[in-house]
């Protein structure tokens, strides 16, 4: 029997959407990161639901594309990059955007694309063993995407700093950034997360939620489209390029890069 990949469940007015793609370490391929989209579409439409929890099986949140997806993308046209790339925008702006709240509960590495998962919900529960990082530069790519996100979640320092470097930073570290919102010990994190959705549907107006995440996206987002539609094209342009190519099969053959 085939795992689902993303699993779904709505209890107690909470959608919970799990990450289930252990074998590949949640890695993100097309497939995955289209499910996601429609699971959040789901529970934005579904009456009964007022919070959303994102999660995953196993020990990484998610480790960022996959082998099989890095080694496709190397034969892709600019016009297939770009739709791809529009996919997961989709994904990204579609958690932005929802009429509810999302509340990220991370208990393993968010590395790559799936830091940027991790860094466009509302709310971000991390515990403390768990690695953030942006590395897309270390394989001659860009994080265009999640750059739109990230420079309005930090300082553009900041910014500067972890999409440059690529480096790996603790839970604690994303805390000060501005990244995350909670660091909870591991045997906590999953009551703390219920705790705080369950207040949240208890204590507060869904209306009330929806206009507030409407407002403070429209106050401190102003321009965010016209950014994203730039980051898309560089996005897929920067796969057609030596360095990506390079960075690529370097890491599919485990080779050190020589930049």
């Known amino acids: 029997?085939?795992?689902?990949?993303?699993?779904?469940?709505?209890?107690?007015?909470i959608a919970h959407i799990t990450l289930n793609r252990v074998d590949k370490r949640n890695a993100l391929n097309p497939e995955l990161v289209s499910l996601l989209t429609d699971y959040m579409l789901k529970a934005a439409e579904d009456d009964e639901v007022k919070v959303i929890i994102l999660k995953a099986n196993g020990d990484t949140f998610s480790a960022g594309a996959d082998l099989a997806y890095l080694q496709q993308l190397q034969q892709n046209s600019y016009e297939e990059n770009l739709a791809d790339s529009n996919r997961l925008k989709n994904l990204f702006t579609t958690i932005s955007y929802l009429p509810k709240i999302?509340?990220?509960q991370v208990e393993g590495h968010a590395i790559a694309g799936g830091c940027g998962l991790a860094t466009v919900c509302d709310i971000i529960f991390a515990v403390p063993?768990?690695?953030?990082?942006?590395?897309?530069?270390?394989?001659?790519?860009?994080p265009a995407i999640v750059s739109c996100f990230l420079l309005r979640k930090?300082?553009?320092t900041i910014a500067k700093k972890l999409l440059l470097t690529g480096d790996l930073f603790p839970a604690e570290e994303a805390l000060k950034y501005n990244l995350i919102t909670f660091v909870t010990k591991r045997e906590n994190i999953a009551q703390s997360v219920t705790d705080f959705a369950v207040s949240l549907c208890n204590n507060t107006s869904a209306n009330a939620l929806m206009v507030t995440k409407q407002l403070i996206n429209q106050t401190t987002n102003l321009g965010l489209e016209k950014s994203l539609e730039m980051a898309v094209q560089i996005n897929a342009r920067v796969r057609e390029s030596d360095d990506f190519k390079k960075g690529v099969s370097s890491f599919l053959n485990k080779e050190k890069i020589k930049w």
Do not use: P
């Open 102 to 104: 999302v509340i990220a």
């Open 1 to 13: 029997m085939v795992e689902e990949l993303v699993l779904y469940k709505v209890a107690d007015r």
């Open 129 to 142: 063993e768990a690695n953030f990082g942006y590395t897309e530069v270390k394989l001659g790519f860009v």
């Open 154 to 156: 930090t300082s553009e």
